[in-house]
């Protein structure tokens, strides 16, 4: 989506779900996500999203041996999850987690998937071009105040072109 401001992310990769992690989910955030997945896919899910943030910021949220990134489960919030509307000409079932920026260490640089990084006030990433579901998952992030207990994670949606959100 051009011209568009999103999250760093991607597809699972076969290997997410075998890598070695420094410490694993919170009992919340597992609690969560196992209410619908498998511990396997879950671990999967958590690593895909830590792997893919490094890979496309710099920013490692875990431990850097080498080359290879052991990541830090335990420092991910489970804010929700979207699914692509029907018609759409790609489809996606995302899952979106958060941290603190005090979990990720490195210097934010590109690889050249994003065209500009930052970090922003919430207020300031709600006013730039943003679609309906980051949208929704910036106000997700301001209602948890980051904490995961708290936290009921979204559903978002689309019945037709209509929005649809709830928690789980």
């Given at each position: ?54 890979e496309e ?45 005090e979990a ?65």
């Amino acid at each position: 989506m051009p011209d568009i401001w999103v999250f760093p992310g991607g597809r699972v990769e076969a290997q997410d779900a075998r890598l070695p992690t420094l410490r694993p989910l919170s009992p919340p955030v597992a609690s969560q996500l196992e209410a619908h997945w498998s511990p396997t896919r879950v671990r999967a899910l958590a690593t895909a999203a830590i792997r893919e943030t490094w890979e496309e910021t710099g920013l490692a949220v875990g431990e850097l041996q080498g080359e290879a990134l052991l990541p830090d489960h335990s420092a991910l919030v489970y804010l929700g999850r979207a699914i692509t509307p029907v018609g759409s000409a790609i489809r996606y079932h995302a899952r979106f987690f958060m941290t603190t920026a005090e979990a990720a260490s490195g210097r934010l640089r590109g690889n050249g998937e994003l065209a500009d990084l930052t970090w922003l006030p919430l207020d300031r990433a709600l006013a730039l071009p943003v679609i309906d579901v980051t949208i929704e998952m910036l106000q997700q992030v301001a209602r948890s105040d980051g904490d995961s207990a708290s936290a009921r994670p979204l559903f978002i949606h689309y019945r037709g072109r209509r929005l649809c959100v709830r928690h789980e």
